[in-house]
């Protein structure tokens, strides 16, 4: 489960990736360390263009999650995330350059588990398969998980975060549930790459 990745895009790079949207700012500050709880840049659209916000990563969780945030959507036949997905307007694309998965077993020097970063060559922006909710104080997002690739299973073979290409990005977020979720697939091996170790 992925539960920490970075934004430090620029405006100018994410306009190249999204086209224009509103809400663009040329002081948008670079996020190096998103982890579950904290606020982290989405886009959705609003009428025929995109929209930035903030948004906070986790949905609320349910009683069974001991009310701690679901920030990974993994079963998308659950009624938890099903109204989401289905309405086309509560799709969002989640800005990253990177994402961590933690090894599975501890660096026997230092007793930790290691970072393993993954993303595209020469940290180029890609996003994440989003969705959102409203809330009283805030509005939330969580993004979409698949079976892994072999680059990010060697790691995490359980799963990985759902990126797009930038050719999907209307698909995801126009397209019907069952077209929509048909891109919940593990990204290309040779189109990413794992960066050397912190």
Avoid at 24 to 37: F, G, Q, V
Avoid at 65 to 87: D, I
Avoid at 135 to 144: C, K, P, S, T, V
Wanted: hydrophobic fraction near 40%; glycine fraction near 8%.
């Amino acid at each position: 489960m992925c539960n920490l990745y970075t934004m430090a895009a620029s405006v100018d790079a994410m306009k190249k990736l999204f086209g224009g949207f509103a809400g663009d700012r040329s002081n948008l500050p670079s996020y190096d360390a998103i982890y579950p709880n904290r606020a982290a840049p989405i886009l959705r659209r609003e009428g025929e263009g995109l929209h930035l916000e903030e948004m906070i990563w986790g949905f609320p969780g349910p009683q069974a999650a001991k009310g701690r945030p679901v920030t990974n959507v993994r079963n998308l036949a659950s009624p938890f995330w099903r109204s989401a997905l289905a309405n086309p307007a509560r799709r969002c694309l989640v800005p990253v350059t990177r994402f961590c998965e933690w090894s599975a077993e501890a660096d026997p020097d230092t007793g930790r588990k290691v970072k393993h970063w993954f993303g595209l060559e020469g940290e180029q922006p890609f996003a994440f398969a989003g969705i959102w909710r409203p809330g009283e104080e805030a509005n939330y997002m969580a993004f979409l998980t698949c079976a892994p690739n072999e680059t990010v299973g060697r790691v995490h073979p359980k799963a990985m975060p759902v990126m797009l290409k930038a050719s999907d990005h209307d698909r995801w977020l126009g397209a019907d549930l069952e077209e929509a979720t048909q891109l919940a697939r593990p990204f290309p091996d040779d189109d990413m790459i794992e960066f050397e170790k912190e």
